[in-house]
Nanobody, 123 residues
């Protein structure tokens, strides 16, 4: 099994910064990608940003220029630096990891999710 441990959520004033971290642990052969989704009350979960193990990134339009995602492959950890935060960034942020595992003699690609971390932005 694989576990994702998220940290870094909390309360920030508009214009401020937060840094989220998510560490994947367990029987991982390799990482394919990691990323962050968020879900605000009454809204659908949306992709905020993701990054492949070789550093290719993807951002939702509202995060471009303000958020930066990075990955430490040696630590199986993804970071989301959030700057110039806005009240509309408030949500529960969920980390995910797309990993390769070895089950018996077969490699499998699996996806895991963290439990979520609350981000609150005061105006």
């Amino acid at each position: 099994q694989v576990q994702l441990t998220e940290s870094g959520g909390g309360l920030v004033q508009a214009g401020g910064s937060l840094r989220l971290s998510c560490a994947a642990s367990g029987s991982i052969v390799s990482l394919n990608a990691m990323g962050w989704y968020r879900q605000a009350p009454g809204k659908q979960r949306e992709l905020v940003a993701d990054i492949t193990s070789d550093g290719r990134t993807n951002y939702v339009d509202s995060a471009k220029g303000r958020f930066t995602i990075s990955i430490d492959n040696a630590k199986n950890t993804v970071y989301l630096q959030m700057d110039s935060m806005k009240p509309e960034d408030a949500a529960v942020y969920y980390c995910y990891a797309d990993v390769e595992r070895l089950l018996g003699e077969c490699y499998t690609e699996e996806e895991y999710w963290g439990q979520g971390t609350q981000v609150t932005v005061s105006s």
